[in-house]
């Protein structure tokens, strides 16, 4: 039997209208985005998030930045839009060009407007078992996984990938989940001795078809995170063949890809509910 698709597209509609009722009771919420260079993967990424962001109602600033701008110029833009009233979200596209202090300009986002959760305070209550302000994608990969009632708990979740923005979050949120968590990375030895043992694969690398089907357990749900942009179109990680022996598969594109979106206009909410009081933030 071939791998149920998991329908991210689906999930990402019912998160949509979940968030237009909740934007409609709180009145005007404003996101805030910044690219620094013209990387035309950001771009595209920008360009998504303002729509869906404008099609619920929440207003949106669109600043762009030469690619070299100085380190404190872009502190005080950071500043300004923290500072302003009527946003409730900014969030700094990554990855940032190489002379500036990717780490250094995303703490200095206001930890209530830090949709992404990636400064130290936001990582550091996912850390600890409290989540804030979790980002987009890893929290979207856990509303699918709940959305078709895959079991995390007890379950061995292995995630190939340790980024700050999908990776390490991801792994962190299925330890929440209480799975048993292998995170993987591009110096792991025999890759496959850890994805076979997985119930849960999470593919979160950019390398087209890095995960065969003999790496995959059968049964197994696999998310897809990667995204490679090729002639043919979008690339995920995962080689179709794994269809053949997973349970549960998110194509791409059409998978984690519209969670990420819909989630960011969740976190958009609840950035303006941490700002009004109405939810007590951290
Ligand atoms: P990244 O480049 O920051 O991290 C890639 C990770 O893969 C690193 O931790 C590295 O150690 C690991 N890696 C590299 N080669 C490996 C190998 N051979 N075996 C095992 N691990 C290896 O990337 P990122 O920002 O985490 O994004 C990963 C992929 O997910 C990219 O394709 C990106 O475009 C995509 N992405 C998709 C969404 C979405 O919404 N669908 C969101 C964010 C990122």
Redesign the pocket.
């Known amino acids: 039997v071939p791998a149920t698709l998991i329908d991210g597209r689906a999930v990402a509609a019912k998160v949509r209208a979940e968030v237009a009722e909740e934007v409609e009771q709180l009145g005007s919420l404003g996101l805030a985005t910044v690219l620094v260079g013209d990387d035309p993967a950001s771009d595209v990424y920008i360009r998504h998030k303002h729509r869906a962001a404008t099609e619920i109602g929440i207003r949106t600033v669109d600043r762009r930045l030469p690619g070299d701008i100085a380190q404190d110029d872009l502190l005080a833009l950071v500043e300004d839009l923290n500072a302003d009233d009527e946003l409730d979200g900014v969030l700094v596209q990554t990855p940032l060009p190489d002379h500036l202090d990717e780490l250094k300009v995303l703490a200095a986002v206001r930890p209530e407007k830090d949709v992404d959760g990636l400064t130290p305070r936001n990582a550091g209550q996912l850390l600890l078992g409290r989540p804030a302000h979790v980002g987009a ?1 890893p929290l979207g990969i856990m509303r699918l996984l709940t959305e078709y009632k895959i079991r995390i708990a007890g379950a061995r979740a292995t995630v ?4 700050n ?3 390490k979050p991801l792994s962190l949120l299925l330890l929440g989940g209480h799975a048993t968590v292998t995170i ?3 110096r ?1 030895e025999d ?1 496959q001795r850890q994805t076979l043992d997985a119930d849960i694969l999470v593919a ?4 087209p078809g ?1 995960i065969t089907e003999d790496m995959v357990k059968t049964g197994a749900t696999v998310i897809d ?4 942009r090729t002639d043919a179109g979008l690339l995920g ?1 995962v080689d179709p063949g794994v269809a053949g022996v997973a349970a549960y598969l998110t194509p791409v594109p059409g998978g ?2 519209p969670m ?1 979106i819909a989630v960011l206009l969740e976190n958009t909410v609840r950035a303006a509910k941490y700002r009004r009081g109405l939810l007590p933030f951290a």
């Open positions: 994608t190939v990938g340790r980024s923005i999908v990776g993987c990375h591009s792991t890759l979160a690398v950019g390398q890095l995170v990667g995204i490679t990680d984690v890809g990420t």
